[in-house]
């Protein structure tokens, strides 16, 4: 049998617009020394097997288990909890070792679906009557969706596994469903939630069948044109991103998780059809959002209410919504911008989200979740409402992020590095083995906690090639040697590129400084001025609760204020909470009353107490007690007024 390159999630053709190729997925190995090899073994051992527990639990299954006959109970949770099957299939393939339950989740849905190729439980028992006529709101494109992913999953993984090619025959049936119902030439219709876009040109890549591709195309092309009805008081066409022409629109708007959906495969899109007019598009939408509509840890969506992106600058810290499926969603935009030009700051954009955004939504035990993620939780929150709980809950009423994470989690080693014929080239630095085109690499490293990537060469070819090695944009200080000996570390474009003649054994050593830095938010952020938040290296920090000395006791969490005439210092300490923790310079002082207004010229208490108080990642908030926390933490009045 010939040798088959096993891709990950994102494949592009060899004629894509494409600047970096991803690594197939046997290429790579994360080590669980590392903290992505941490990350993505917890997922394996904890996450996954408990997604697959709460289908059952909460009744995920047995909603198809309706449409077979094989269940006669009513539907459980939202119309379109299947999706959370297909996450968590598509998670359990990139994972391997689940083979019971995905041949059984296989056979069930080849059982379920209609002669047609139609696939959805709520609508194939009381709702049949309904099929196709919600589109704005029925989600039936995007559980298509994610169902063709875990079948792109499953052929790619294992395909000649008999449940794998099972699984794509179901899910290429729904596929052609979809081009015979919507093609061009067709009724001209959307899905309110984006999504079905990525998932189809994935299963062009797999299956070269041209259209997948183009209905994909159509779908990007119609939004914007008032397809999914008029204005109401519940969702604008904002909320929809069907106000304006994908190409036409100048910032992201409306429902955050659909807008990066829909600009994920916009890029997909754009770089197997060769538009390059809808690339900067994509790349213009992606600058809007980084610009003004991005939370620090890299979360989007800063409104409750539709779960949406505000206006420019509104960033509230306690009424963040940052939602999950947002923060993995621009992970999965900004890897496809990456891939498509080779641009740092979207390397740069994705290590922020993983480290911060994306690691915060998930216990240390890997079991239990926050649907939204805020930097900031005041003194008395009632955290009783899952929309605003004060600690992770093991599962939600809408249980879109638990399996979303999964899937990210089981692909992980996909995402850090890039190769082909010209070298091999380094975006997220953890340890691990990573291979190209005959060359092989061992990566050792405790990054983010420590400043060293060394990187040894053990297999090479006789021609010259090129090792990129990212120098992320917050460090000002990188170092170089080559086996021992200094080099410069100027970067071009982000990257470090040494080319030459590799012999095996030759290492490589990059440092990267990581003081501790404070960070003010521009000033339009009214929410948060006068204040400054404290980061090192890519790891964004908070103040918790569970931190307070002693000597604080009687002073109120939101009477802690930061005291930057004082450095911060680093502290290691792998057996705590924290591998490395700030203890931060603070200065408390009590309130002055209990009133919430004070005239202008009062003057501010006096500061009665100093103290040093460990910040700790911000991801690893909540896993000791509920509490208060913050990110972004009062400047002392002095220092603001120095």
């Known amino acids: 049998m010939t040798n088959r390159v096993h891709h990950g999630p994102t494949a592009p053709t060899s004629q894509a617009i494409a600047a970096l190729r991803p690594l197939p997925a046997d290429a790579v190995r994360l080590d669980r020394e590392g903290l992505l090899g941490a990350w993505q073994d ?14 059952d639990a909460r009744g995920n299954l047995n909603n198809l288990r309706r449409v077979t006959g094989d269940y006669d109970g009513a539907f459980a949770g939202y119309w379109f909890a299947d999706t959370d099957i297909y996450k968590t299939l598509e998670a359990a393939w990139w994972a391997g070792g689940f083979a019971s339950f995905v041949a059984e989740i296989a056979h069930l849905l080849e059982k379920a679906q209609d002669a047609d190729g139609y696939l959805m439980s709520y609508f194939q028992v009381e709702h049949r009557d309904r099929q196709w006529k919600e589109l704005p709101s029925s989600h039936e494109m995007y559980s298509a969706g994610h169902l063709i992913q875990a079948g792109v999953a499953a052929a790619r993984s294992a395909p000649d596994d008999p449940a794998a090619q099972q699984l794509l025959a179901v899910a290429r049936h729904f596929a052609d469903l979809l081009v015979e119902r919507f093609s061009e030439g067709t009724e001209e219709a959307l899905d309110g939630h984006p999504q079905v876009e990525t998932a189809l040109v994935e299963l062009y890549r797999v299956t070269g069948h041209r259209p997948y591709l183009d209905l994909a195309a159509r779908f990007i092309d119609l939004r914007g044109h008032g397809l999914l009805g008029p204005e109401s008081r519940f969702h604008t066409r904002h909320y929809y991103q069907d106000h304006a022409p994908f190409r036409a629109a100048d910032e992201v708007t409306g429902h955050a998780v659909r807008q990066v959906y829909l600009a994920a495969g916009a890029v997909d899109v754009a770089v197997e059809t060769g538009d390059t007019e809808l690339l900067l598009a994509a790349e213009r939408l992606w600058e809007s959002a980084i610009a003004t509509k991005t939370y620090l840890t890299g979360g989007q969506g800063s409104r409750h209410r539709d779960e949406a992106f505000g206006d420019p600058y509104e960033l509230p810290p306690d009424r963040a919504y940052a939602e999950t499926c947002a923060a993995i969603g621009s992970f999965h935009w900004s890897w496809r911008l990456l891939l498509a030009t080779g641009k740092v700051r979207y390397a740069d954009e994705m290590e922020r989200l993983l480290y911060n955004g994306i690691a915060a939504s998930t216990s240390l035990d890997g079991t239990a979740f926050f649907y939204s993620n805020p ?89 010259p090639w090129t090792l990129a090695l990212r120098v992320p944009n917050w460090c000002v200080d990188a170092r170089l040697t080559l086996d021992g000996m200094p080099v410069p570390a100027a970067a071009h474009d982000g990257y470090v590129h040494l080319s030459r003649t590799w012999l095996p054994g030759d290492r490589v050593e990059l440092v990267l400084a990581m003081p501790v830095r ?125």
């Open 375 to 463: 930097l900031q939780v005041r003194t008395g929150h009632d955290g009783s409402d899952e929309d605003a709980p004060g600690q992770r809950l093991n599962w939600y009423s809408c249980a879109c992020c638990p399996p979303n994470l999964a899937r990210l989690m089981a692909s992980l080693h996909t995402y850090a590095a890039t190769g082909g014929p010209e070298g091999l080239q380094l975006h997220l630095y953890t340890a691990g083995t990573f291979s190209a085109g005959g060359r092989t690499v061992r990566i050792e490293t405790a990054y983010p906690w420590d400043e060293t990537v060394t990187v040894t060469v053990t297999e090479t070819t006789a021609e």
């Open 42 to 55: 917890r997922n394996t051992a904890a996450t996954l097997p408990h997604c697959v527990d709460q289908l």
């Open 518 to 642: 404070l960070v003010t938010a521009h000033p339009r952020v009214d929410a948060v001025r006068g204040t400054a938040a404290v980061t090192r290296g890519p790891v964004v920090y908070c103040l918790e609760h569970a931190d307070m000395p002693d000597e604080l006791d009687g002073f109120a969490f939101e009477d802690v204020e930061l005291d930057s005439a004082r450095p911060a210092t680093v502290v290691h300490n792998r057996h705590s909470i924290a591998p490395v923790a700030l203890h931060t310079p603070v200065r408390a002082r009590d309130a002055a009353g209990d009133a919430p207004y004070q005239p202008l010229n009062a003057a501010a208490p006096p500061a009665t107490l100093t103290a040093t108080v460990p910040a700790i990642p911000y991801f690893l908030w909540a896993n000791r007690a509920p509490g208060p926390m913050r990110v972004w933490i009062p400047l002392a009045p002095q220092v603001r007024q120095a």
